[in-house]
């Protein structure tokens, strides 16, 4: 959960490298405590950084047994927390596409509500919409079945 240390200024949550975490990571990094090399770098790394990686903290705390380690809230007393963005994302290609084309229907509909006065409306033929042609369409069924049956 805990073993994959950060580099330093990574991406996500970090903490202001407080004399308390100055002296907690140099005692982790020089102590003869059971902790693995990676960490030990890890530790060794984040004492030059002005901001400190939480989960590589949280990592090397972690590491280090109940005895030797200070408690988290004691050790992050009085530090300040700075959440950093993460890198923006790449759009693809096909995303690239449907945004213009959506960007385009957009335009296209801010420009007909904004000449709706001025341009005549397009009517629609819609088939049966008057009574001539529903008509027209019953006498045209009539002499398809005459001339079918006689």
Known sequence: MFDDPQPPNAVGLNVDNTEAIRSFLISASTGVHSLPDNLRDVSS???????????????????LPPSDRPALRHLLKGAD?????PK???????LKARLRKLAELSERREYQELVKDIVPKKQAVEPFSSYKDQIGFGMDIKEFYYVLFF
């Open 88 to 94: 923006p994302r790449e759009k693809s290609e096909e």
């Open 45 to 63: 790394a984040l004492l030059q950084e002005s901001y400190v990686s939480y989960r590589s903290l949280r990592s090397i705390w972690h590491a």
């Open 81 to 85: 927390f700075v959440f950093s963005s």
